[in-house]
């Protein structure tokens, strides 16, 4: 059990590390993005989620790149900055960073799914494990062009990265609650794929 008094001067650090990477995580740039080259609200466009696989189905593929590297950089930005006072607030602001990409309060806690913040995460965490990650979602987009399909097996293969390269316990705990969280955000895709209605990469 946690020493009451170690636990007492480290909780400003957590709760301070889990808040700065909340906010960082909900900067939407999608929205901001497709607004500042006069597309108007990406929410209204498509599937109405703020990603950059929506992005995509404007037809700019530039804007959709720069959305998934920012959306992607946010949290990895979160880790780096928190690992600079040790492991544990680096996880921390990964799951804060995530979170608030999920629910960001500037959209009244209606965002995304998760899934570029969470492999800028992972890449901040261990980018041998992040390269296992970014490697399932290529590989499964190049055979099936299934965005979603290639977003859930690169979940699912995160946290198995993380047991059998590192076998670190908290970091495998931590990916497979970011696994659970964005295969429930992906409740509506996954119907659509056991129904054979998803639709396929860079479809308008």
């Not at 006069?38 to 929410?43: A, C, F, S, Y």
């Not at 979940?155 to 076998?167: E, I, K, N, R, S």
């Not at 495998?172 to 696994?179: G, I, N, P, Q, Y």
Request: glycine share 12%; proline share 4%.
């Amino acid at each position: 059990m946690p020493d009451p008094i170690s636990w007492s001067h480290a909780a400003p650090y957590l709760i301070a590390a889990f808040a700065g990477s909340y906010l960082l995580g909900s900067v939407p740039f999608g929205l901001v993005i497709t607004r500042l080259f006069g597309l108007g609200d990406i929410r209204k466009i498509g599937s109405g989620n703020i990603g950059a696989t929506n992005v995509l189905r404007t037809g700019r593929k530039g804007l959709a790149l720069a959305t998934l590297i920012c959306d992607s950089g946010k949290g990895a930005l979160a880790v780096i900055l928190a690992a600079l006072w040790g492991p544990d607030l680096a996880l921390i602001a990964a799951l804060g960073s995530v979170l608030g990409h999920l629910f960001p309060v500037w959209l009244k806690f209606k965002g995304g799914k998760g899934v570029a913040t969470t492999l800028g995460v992972v890449l901040a965490l261990s980018w041998q494990v992040g390269l296992v990650a970014c490697l399932t979602w290529l590989v499964t987009a190049l055979v099936f062009r299934i965005s979603s399909l290639s977003a859930l097996l690169a979940m699912l293969a995160t946290p198995l990265a993380v047991w059998f390269l590192h076998g670190d316990l908290q970091m495998a705990e931590l990916t497979a609650l970011l696994a659970v969280i964005v295969w429930a955000r992906h409740h509506q895709n996954i119907s659509r794929l056991l129904k054979g209605q998803e639709p396929r990469i860079g479809k308008k």
